[in-house]
């Protein structure tokens, strides 16, 4: 089970990450452009879930930034009970994540790639580089 302590401490770890707090909610950008973030659900988000017969997150949900659509609906098909989305992110690359049902080791992986795709290309490539990737 992984916290938002985690994934704070998994986006401060990597290159020009910084947090943010925007509606009361924490968010972390790479280079001023958002990658992860805190997503409480609105009463449409949770009327959208209920009418769908999707359950409700019992703790904290995160924003993740994924490269397109299909990467989105691959992830929310392979796993429904971590992944999901609303109509909210219709059209927007990015996926909702159960924290209280995803492991450490795959948030790490989740927060990375999302990095990887907001960071700006040099530093994205050196940090790869570091990493021996």
Same mark, same amino acid.
């Given at each position: ?18 947090? @943010? ?11 001023? @452009? ?5 997503? #409480?659900?609105?009463?449409? $988000?949770?009327?959208? !879930?209920? *009418?769908? =017969?999707?359950? !409700? #997150?019992?703790? $904290? ?8 659509? =299909?990467? @989105?609906?691959?992830?929310?098909? $392979? ?7 609303? #109509? ?10 159960? !924290? *209280?049902?995803?492991?450490? $080791? ?14 700006? @290309? ?5 940090? !790869? ?5």
């Amino acid at each position: 089970m992984a916290t938002l302590d985690d994934v704070r401490r998994l986006a401060l770890a990597l290159p020009r990450t910084s947090e @943010k707090v925007s509606w009361g909610s924490a968010s972390w950008v790479v280079s001023s @452009k958002g990658f992860v973030w805190e997503r #409480p659900l609105r009463r449409a $988000d949770e009327a959208a !879930l209920a *009418e769908a =017969g999707v359950p !409700l #997150p019992e703790g $904290d949900v995160l924003g993740v930034h994924v490269a397109d659509e =299909g990467v @989105k609906h691959a992830l929310v098909a $392979d796993d429904p009970d971590v992944y999901f989305t609303t #109509p909210h992110f219709d059209g927007y690359p990015a996926v909702l994540v159960r !924290l *209280e049902r995803i492991g450490v $080791d795959e948030l790490r992986e989740l927060v990375e790639e999302a990095w990887l795709l907001r960071a700006p @290309k040099t530093v994205a490539r050196a940090w !790869l580089a570091d990493q021996g990737r």
